[in-house]
């Protein structure tokens, strides 16, 4: 990532105030001591107005709105490029797009409303609110019941991350309703609570619980409840209502415009907004969340809220409620992307610092650059604020044992988790990290616990035979688990005559876009292409799972792999 020198014009003397940054955790939202009296942003606003320029021409992006925030005012609100590429409207501050996946944020915040009214408890269970709910599952008859609110807003549910019906992966126009009642004909991913798995299934049965008690969808009760109270006037959650307002963007993958699909996942990702209502969002969490003088999100939510959930250990990274937490600069950074059909956004604010960015463009290949321009506007913003930056603590020196290489050769293998396979290879007496292009060698500060130079902290845990089960990726942007796959000395599979049926290439469709899968054979072992060679495990006859916990089976002609529908080639 290019990150450009910040040549702001302060007087020498401020220049000489070097402020510490308070040591912000989630836990500790203390202001960053006192800001600079004379702050001129407009060094900055001309430097990003460039940059954007000219990486919108190198990504093909055909349009972009941002909004800079801060406490006292909007920094900036402006649009560039056009709505889509017949190039007749252009994009501005009150130009609509699809949020996508930052809609959870927005949701977390309406439910921790209600929460701070005494209407939920985060740790009561799902089935107090949704008593007829259920799952299918490998782990036991009662992992419904244990489900919780915060295991749902944290995405430790262990659910898939699409449901069956009213999906990024299909086109049905089925009520919320109809979406909702699905995910009870799906299986469990992973055990309730044991791991991080993100999750739509999650945030939208959250929204179902809203709308449920109030009788009302769970659109018009956000908007009624949150939008309208904040002023965020234009937004909406009708998809109708966004394309008639006229000023809406349309959704690219590359240079082929997408057609209005119908997202049914309404809570967790339906969220039609622009640069200036979302501003106003931001302008609110800098205010404790109060609206016209009065408190809406009790301080102890709130602090939930910006806390890493079921942390380990000293982790720093990782998931909140309804928003992704990490370190920034010696202050906690709270951002959440967003993406699909066509539309990639970024929202993201330092509660310490009082400063927050908003992204939009309408191109499916925007993340590069969001993380770019939202990463060169908060330093730049930080810089204009206080005077100076802080670096992040460096890692914590960790202590160094040798191991046996009959130990060591004992972790070798790949291993999964979602879409990426990871490699731990043994190559002159220690272990290799391969995860994709990325290769880093091992450093053991422990029998379970190793190392590397990039800051990743894998910890094993191991089944009751002594043989590695999982590891946690303790890193600087969240804790993932990657379940063991398979190793170059495992004994030959069952070879069946069921597994070689199923073997062949799949399509779907992601976002409208094609996707290919491939079942395939390998030592008498069935694999799934997806993410990388999976093997697929047999739970009984027809139905397997994948090493990562993803269902496969096929019901007439539609193979569904995690309640994603593929079709034979």
Known sequence: MEIMQHKLMVP???????????????QDQKPIQKSLKIKDYSPLIRQLDSLIKKRMAQYNIKGVSISLVDDKS??????????????????????????QSISKTYLTTAFLMEASK???KLDDPLTRYYPSFSIKSRFGTNEAQKITLRQLLSHRAGFCQEAPVGSNYDTVHCTYKEHIKSISDGWLRLPVGKFYSYSNEGLDLIGFVLSKKAGI???????????????????????DEAYDYGNIAKGY????????????????????SNAADMAKFLRYQFNDCKINGKLTISPALLTQMHTVQFKLGEQKAGYGLGIMIKPYHGATLLYHPGGGYGYSAEQAWIPGAKLGVVILTNSADGYAFNQEIFNEALEGMLSVKFGSLKADKQH???PVIQLSDRYLKKLTGTYKTGRSLAEIRYSAKKLLLISGSDTSFLTANSNIKFSDAKGNELIFHFNKNGTPAYYINVNQNDADFYIFND????????????????????????DRQEEIIKLFMKNGYLYCSAGGPTRVSEYKPGLLFTADGESIFKRNSILYLGN??????
């Open 12 to 26: 020498l003397s401020l220049l000489l105030l070097f402020f510490v940054y308070a040591d912000l955790s989630a």
């Open 74 to 99: 909007v920094i900036l609100q402006k649009g560039f490029g056009f709505t889509d590429k017949t190039q007749q409207s252009t994009v501005n501050e009150k130009t609509l797009f699809s949020i």
């Open 118 to 120: 005494g209407n939920y």
């Open 217 to 239: 969808s769970i659109g018009d009760y956000l908007k009624q409840n949150l939008l309208t109270p904040l002023g965020m006037n234009n937004s909406t959650y009708n998809q």
């Open 253 to 272: 993958y590359r240079n082929n415009e997408l057609k209005k699909t119908y997202i049914a996942d309404v809570a967790a990702g339906g969220l039609y």
């Open 396 to 398: 914590v020196h960790k």
């Open 487 to 510: 190793a170059a000395n495992d004994k030959p599979g069952a070879n069946k005559a069921s597994w070689r049926a199923l073997t062949g290439t799949y399509k779907g469709y992601n």
């Open 564 to 569: 994603r529908s593929y079709y034979k080639k």
